[in-house]
T-cell receptor, first 116, second 117 residues
Framework: SAVISQKPSRDICQRGTSLTIQCQVDSQVTMMFWYRQQPGQSLTLIATANQGSEATYESGFVIDKFPISRPNLTFSTLTVSNMSPEDSSIYLC?????????????FGPGTRLTVL | AQSVTQLGSHVSVSEGALVLLRCNYS??????LFWYVQYPNQGLQLLLKYTSAATLVKGINGFEAEFKKSETSFHLTKPSAHMSDAAEYFCAVSLNAGGTSYGKLTFGQGTILTVHP
């Protein structure tokens, strides 16, 4: 298991502003991921946060809208830029651990974002 | 490409009854399969995972799931539901091989489990 924390836990933001979400893992991991969970829906992968290189974005997500940093093996940030009400979602980070029985992703508690 | 289908967006059971949440997957290579649970206003908690070892996987809180390759299924069961099991459950698949898709989780749409007295 792992301890993954996110800051902030929730925020209410104005249209046109940006919010940076932090994700901290209690041990070093190679792979970290960012997901979006829109209201009443499942999780969709935004990007893979790669340490020492640019993030890898999924179809429909772009770096200008969701810039990601990964300065070391325990930390990552996701910025939601130029926000609109459609960005209101829960944003979750995850970290992949390799151990007995294969690879497992553990999730942070999520950041609940409301854009007015 | 991989995908997951969860049959039934809502399942309601009585306390003490069998819980059965259905998950079917599609994957071009042998998959890893997971069940996660999300309680209201919380993140995802791992219930159990299949990673090509035993086909019957036991998880936390009395849940288990059986990998059936012939049926491409990974249904979640619990013999006796408890009120505290009320939550949303997500089935997810990832590829267990290398390449650009490695590690990425694809989630089903989720099943909300209601347990009534």
């Amino acid at each position: 298991s792992a301890v993954i924390s996110q800051k902030p836990s929730r925020d209410i933001c104005q249209r046109g502003t940006s919010l940076t979400i932090q994700c901290q893992v209690d041990s070093q991991v190679t792979m970290m991921f960012w997901y979006r969970q829109q209201p009443g829906q499942s999780l969709t992968l935004i990007a893979t946060a790669n340490q020492g290189s640019e993030a890898t974005y999924e179809s429909g997500f772009v770096i200008d809208k969701f810039p990601i940093s990964r300065p070391n093996l325990t930390f990552s940030t996701l910025t939601v830029s130029n926000m609109s009400p459609e960005d209101s979602s829960i944003y979750l980070c995850s970290a992949q651990f390799t151990g007995e029985g294969g690879d497992t992703q553990y999730f942070g508690p999520g950041t609940r974002l409301t854009v007015l | 490409a991989q995908s997951v289908t969860q049959l039934g967006s809502h399942v309601s059971v009585s306390e003490g009854a069998l819980v059965l949440l259905r998950c079917n997957y599609s994957s071009s290579v042998p998959p890893y399969l997971f069940w996660y649970v999300q309680y209201p206003n919380q993140g995802l908690q791992l219930l159990l995972k299949y990673t090509s070892a035993a086909t019957l996987v036991k998880g936390i809180n009395g849940f288990e799931a059986e990998f059936k390759k012939s049926e491409t299924s990974f249904h979640l069961t619990k013999p006796s539901a408890h009120m505290s099991d009320a939550a949303e459950y997500f089935c997810a698949v990832s590829l267990n091989a290398g390449g650009t898709s490695y590690g990425k989780l694809t989630f089903g749409q989720g099943t909300i489990l209601t347990v009534h007295p």
